[in-house]
């Protein structure tokens, strides 16, 4: 279980453009659910997934993973626990080496690294079999060079290492966002089958409310840094683009009227 | 060019060829660029130096180089990792503040270390003399460091040594703390550096404070010609790439100190001139390549 109390983080805190990017999350994840988060821009949704990463410290509140206070932790100890696919597609692998040696990175994940050889011999069956099931043909390409490869494959081939070492907790950042249509759909496919193969709990930021409808077992909708909307199963089941579209809209509306407020 | 040159340019590029490996480690696989080595090269001399004199065995003080070597470039890397230093500035500082500790290791500018006991003494003991030994000898290390550093980038922590160069992103959220792998990295790039220079103190017979002036573009350029002779393609051949480089720059440097057109000829003074042009040439070379579609 993941607990998310009153997570609040700054941009330029005390400066002169002070923004709260996340003004008090509160927050509980179940094993095993599968989260959508949707928001407009400046929504907080990113930010959200970056403090649960570590890439940036939040200013108030804990994060606790399995009764562990994981919040003064450096990302790169949260990484034990969190697997992550980016936005950008060249983000989760290595363009210079090969794809055998970054799936031998994400196997050592949260591990201690020593000197032994990086790609053993054992590892090569179980990534053959894990690439196959991408359907992409890289089951036999383990010595290429990640760079030799199109972004929708980088993006596959992330997804495939997040979860090589089964995470806590799966971040996904519109990780289709930057992939045509296509391979969007394929990526999807793919992630909805490691989730639910891997009982996976996972956050997915979106920005597609059909997306968001389809997916997952939970809907969040985010709003100045705070959560607006939080659905569950059969509610959600039930929810339509209008009801989310009517809810924004609402929000915006209740925006106006406090800046009216202000401004008399 | 005599066969003398000859030998003595496959020595120096030997020699130099470990430092030009330590190059290759922070320019090309962290993407550091460290000019700590201007300094790391004479304190390994002095320190191997000061310690033969000491009368430690030649062997030991070359482990005690790269010992203070590694300490030199951890300096660098903990002011750019920890205190936020540009990585650049960080290594001229190190660089800068070694001029001083180099001549306290040494007690002045030099240490001579004429008659003193040195790594090559046992095969000149064979019967061998020194313009034939110091290329082999140097050969044979230049050799088997390079070996040792291939092994190294194909473990698990080379491995992450590798992707802190080319994706920190990735690499943290694979669980890696690259703040103690770049001190690693660099101080291990160090360490050779340091250990290139005892070898080179050992073999001239004297530690100067002086002797690292221009090493990072001997380094650069030894790096950037043997790429291209020899391609990037791999670890393996991007090691030996760097030796290779090496020995064709110092090959290169000789041919040109031989050259003579009426009254002019290069002086030793000129390489630097020499270098630098070369390494702006190999630099933008590719690029000019593109922009007159050459090639």
């Known amino acids: ?264 | 060019m005599t066969w003398f040159s000859f030998l003595g340019a496959l020595e120096q590029g030997f020699v130099y060829g470990i430092m030009a490996l330590g190059v290759y480690l922070t320019f090309r696989v962290l993407d550091f660029p460290d000019l700590t080595v201007d300094g790391s090269l004479p304190l390994g001399a002095s320190v191997s130096a000061v310690a033969i004199t000491a009368g430690i065995d030649p062997f030991v003080s070359l482990l005690m180089a790269a010992g203070a070597g590694f300490m030199a470039g951890a300096v660098t890397a903990v002011l750019n990792t920890k205190l936020k230093i540009l990585h650049l500035l960080a290594s001229i500082l190190t660089m800068i503040a070694l001029y001083s500790i180099n001549i306290r290791i040494m007690d002045g500018p030099n240490v001579s270390l004429l008659g003193k006991a040195t790594v090559l003494d046992p095969l000149l003991g064979l019967g061998m003399s020194g313009y034939v030994a110091a290329p082999l000898a140097f050969a044979g290390v230049a050799v088997t460091v390079t070996g040792l550093l291939i092994w190294f980038l194909h473990t698990e922590l080379g491995q992450a040594l590798l992707a802190t160069g080319d994706n920190p992103q990735m690499i943290v959220s694979q669980g890696v703390n690259t703040h103690n792998l770049i001190i690693f990295g660099v101080g291990l790039s160090n360490a050779m550096v340091a250990f290139s220079g005892a070898l080179i103190a050992q073999n001239q017979g004297a530690a100067d404070a002086n002797m690292g002036v221009g090493t990072i573009i001997a380094g650069l350029a030894s790096v950037i010609v043997g790429e291209t002779v020899l391609g990037t393609k791999g670890i393996f051949r991007a090691c030996f790439a760097a030796i290779i480089g090496s020995v064709i720059y110092r090959l290169a440097i000789a041919m040109a100190l031989s050259m003579k057109w009426g009254a002019f000829s290069f002086t030793p003074s000129d390489l630097n001139l020499i270098t630098a042009l070369l390494v702006v040439l190999a630099l933008t070379a590719p690029k000019l390549k593109e922009r007159f579609g050459l090639g």
């Open chain 1, 1 to 264: 279980m993941i607990a998310i109390e009153h997570l609040v983080k700054y941009f330029n805190r005390r400066g002169v453009n002070e923004v709260i990017a996340l003004s008090g999350i509160d927050l509980t994840i179940e094993r095993g659910e599968f989260i959508t988060v949707i928001g407009s821009n400046g929504a907080g949704k990113s930010t959200l997934l970056n403090c649960l990463a570590g890439t940036f410290r939040h200013d108030e509140g804990r994060i606790v993973i399995n009764g562990k206070d994981i919040s003064p932790w450096p990302e790169y100890r949260r990484a034990r626990f969190i697997g992550r696919v980016f936005q950008n597609p060249l983000t989760g692998t290595c363009a210079s080496l090969t794809i055998e040696q970054n799936m031998a990175l994400a196997f050592r994940r949260g591990a201690r690294r020593g000197l032994s050889f990086g790609v053993k011999a054992a590892y090569r069956r179980e990534f053959m079999e894990r690439l196959a099931m991408l359907g992409l043909g890289l089951e036999h390409r383990l010595k290429n060079a990640v760079g030799l490869l199109s972004g929708g494959q980088r993006q596959a081939l992330t997804m495939l290492m997040a979860s090589l070492v089964q995470p806590e907790l799966l971040l996904l950042d519109e990780h289709t966002a930057a992939l045509d249509p296509k391979t969007a759909r394929k990526i999807l496919d793919l992630t909805r089958c490691i989730v639910s193969e891997e009982h996976l709990t996972t956050l997915m930021v979106t920005h597609n409310m059909k997306q968001a409808l389809a997916f997952g077992s939970r809907l969040l909708m985010l709003h100045n840094g705070r959560v607006i909307l939080d659905v569950k199963e059969d509610e959600k089941r039930s929810l339509t683009k209008d009801d989310l579209l009517s809810r924004f809209y609402d929000m915006q509306g209740e925006e106006v009227e406090s800046d009216r407020m202000l401004l008399t």
